[in-house]
Nanobody, 122 residues
Framework: VQLQASGGGLVQAGGSLRLPCAAS????????MAWFRQAPGKVREFVAV???????YYGDSVKGRFTISRDSAKDTVYLQMNTLKPEDTAVYYC?????????????????WGQGTLVTVSS
């Protein structure tokens, strides 16, 4: 199975972007799907997770601004990012886990996409 993240780009502060992550190879409809991000020189940071039943959990830095959702029929998870800030600049990765809870640790995820770069200018 592969995850393909896309939708990154350059946006001004206050703007919005939507990142899709599509799974291929086999269905991940029973998996938890998450987004992480990594800024230059920093550790990978948890952003958001959605379970197979669409329960969600967000990192404190994005709560109220970002929304994670999934379309199980398309095997795609989305990250809608609003009111973007320069500190949101990072490579964003999607990941999948068979865990049924809402894991926030990167080592709970065994399938990773290649990442998409989001740059927010001030």
């Amino acid at each position: 199975v592969q995850l393909q993240a896309s939708g990154g780009g350059l946006v001004q502060a206050g703007g919005s972007l939507r990142l899709p992550c599509a799974a291929s190879g086999r269905t991940l409809s029973s998996y938890g799907m998450a987004w992480f991000r990594q800024a230059p020189g920093k550790v990978r940071e948890f952003v958001a997770v959605v379970t197979w039943s669409s329960s969600t959990y967000y990192g404190d830095s994005v709560k109220g601004r970002f929304t994670i959702s999934r379309d199980s029929a398309k095997d795609t998870v989305y990250l809608q990012m609003n009111t973007l800030k320069p500190e949101d600049t990072a490579v964003y990765y999607c990941a999948a886990t068979p865990a049924t809870l809402l894991p926030r640790a990167a080592n709970s995820y065994n399938i990773w996409g290649q990442g998409t770069l989001v740059t927010v200018s001030s």
